[in-house]
């Protein structure tokens, strides 16, 4: 059964491109295909983060189809036709979809191009296998000076601090005492991207966490 896309140069369409690139390598299967290609071309631009299984999709695509074509691009500006005009022929519209289905961009692949493939898939793979294991889930304390530190302050500085790898999560305060209250928070870590213990040394401990943060301690440290 045919799969249908459409309007993929909008939000909505990407978002179901989205959804249907869920747990799939390619459009078709484990291995690209004139499907992906149709699809590719569809696609305007490089999709932004908040559609992430596009992005990978999009990322792998490219980087098939970028070696094969050695030339130095000027850049070229696609542009819609305008809405008056009359539309063509069926017979010329068949002939046009006959054209598209005969194009071949890959043409015949050599024996080294489809190693080269090949490598670069399964180093996708495992890249991909590596960070899906390698997160951890991480509960820690944060203290304030005194009962006078300003928490919402605190909590904005401590969330300030970005990184690759690094997820802030829910949070509370809890009471100390005398007082005192201190900011409890979960944060998810890829674990070959970031170390706890130097997000406290380096970040969560000198200016300008300094200001508002006095110690750090960790709760909880489980691997996901």
């Not at 300003?150 to 969330?159: S, T």
């Not at 990184?163 to 209250?181: D, E, F, N, R, T």
Request: glycine content about 6%; charged content about 30%; some cysteine.
């Amino acid at each position: 059964m045919a799969i249908s896309f459409s309007d993929l140069h909008t939000e909505a369409g990407l978002k179901t491109l989205e959804e249907f690139l869920a747990g799939k390598t390619y459009i078709s299967g484990d291995q690209i295909t004139r499907d992906d290609i149709k699809v590719f071309a569809a696609v305007s631009k490089r999709p932004g983060g908040e559609f992430p299984n596009v992005c990978r999709w999009y990322e792998s695509v490219s980087s098939i189809i970028a070696p094969r074509f050695l030339g130095n691009a000027v850049g070229v500006k696609i542009t819609s036709q305008a809405a008056s005009l009359a539309p063509a022929p069926a017979a010329e519209s068949a002939k046009a979809t006959e054209d598209d289905d005969d194009i071949d961009l890959f043409g015949e692949e050599t024996e080294e191009e489809k190693k080269v493939a090949a490598e670069r898939e399964a180093a996708v793979k495992a890249s991909s296998k590596k960070k899906e294991s390698g997160k951890s889930s991480v509960l820690m304390d944060i203290k304030p000076w005194d009962d006078e530190t300003d928490m919402k302050k605190l909590e904005e500085a401590v969330r300030s601090i970005e990184m690759p790898g690094l997820l802030w999560g829910a949070s509370k305060l809890v009471p100390v005492g005398y007082g005192i209250k201190k900011l409890q928070i979960m944060l998810t870590i890829v674990d070959d991207l970031v170390s706890v213990d130097s997000l406290i040394e380096e970040h969560l401990t000198v200016e300008s966490c300094s200001e508002y943060v006095q110690s750090c301690d960790i709760v909880a440290f489980n691997k996901i």
